[in-house]
């Protein structure tokens, strides 16, 4: 990760909600959005990781109702359909295994590129806050009215706690 990225790979802070130091961490790249296990910091109730900061190597835990996210910006976009110009009703799929779920999409400008060079980006709003969204993670969307035809996807950029 060091060589790649230049940072991160060293010891840094785990972080409550409010961010206040709760412990230490070895390496934000070692956690994913999610986890419960393994953080070494004990609350007496159930704790998540909620977010990770790449630029401060730092880790933040909270509650499983902090793990929910109500919109999510989508980078890299990679249309199998002409590329939305308004907004519209869809199906977005998270995870690997996970169900395509009900969310509003619209065009997203200003977004800068990633490594595959493609600058189109699009928003997304649950309609029912989900659990676990990450940036890093792909994201596919699907036709609502035609659940099984693809229209396109992209990269999780960024996230919007309920």
């Known amino acids: 990760l060091v060589e790649r990225r230049g940072h991160g790979a060293g010891p840094g802070e785990i972080?409550?909600?409010?961010?206040?130091?709760?412990?230490?961490?070895?390496?934000?790249?070692?956690?994913?959005?999610?986890?419960?296990?393994?953080?070494?910091?004990?609350?007496?109730?159930?704790?998540?990781v909620v977010d990770k900061d790449p630029e401060t190597n730092t880790v933040t835990v909270g509650p499983r109702d902090a793990l929910k996210t109500s919109s999510m910006t989508v980078g890299e976009a990679n249309w199998l359909v002409d590329a939305p110009t308004t907004e519209r009703r869809a199906l977005a799929q998270i995870r690997a295994h996970g169900d395509a779920c009900p969310v509003l999409i619209r065009p997203a400008d200003g977004i800068d590129g990633g490594p595959s060079g493609r600058t189109g980006a699009f928003e997304v709003a649950f309609d029912e806050p989900q659990e676990g969204v990450a940036p890093g993670q792909a994201c596919v969307l699907y036709d609502d009215a035609e659940p099984e035809v693809v229209l396109g996807g992209g990269w999780i950029r960024s996230t919007s706690r309920a």
């Open 15 to 48: 972080q409550d909600l409010d961010g206040n130091a709760v412990g230490e961490h070895a390496g934000h790249h070692r956690y994913t959005i999610g986890q419960r296990r393994g953080l070494g910091t004990a609350f007496g109730y159930p704790i998540y």
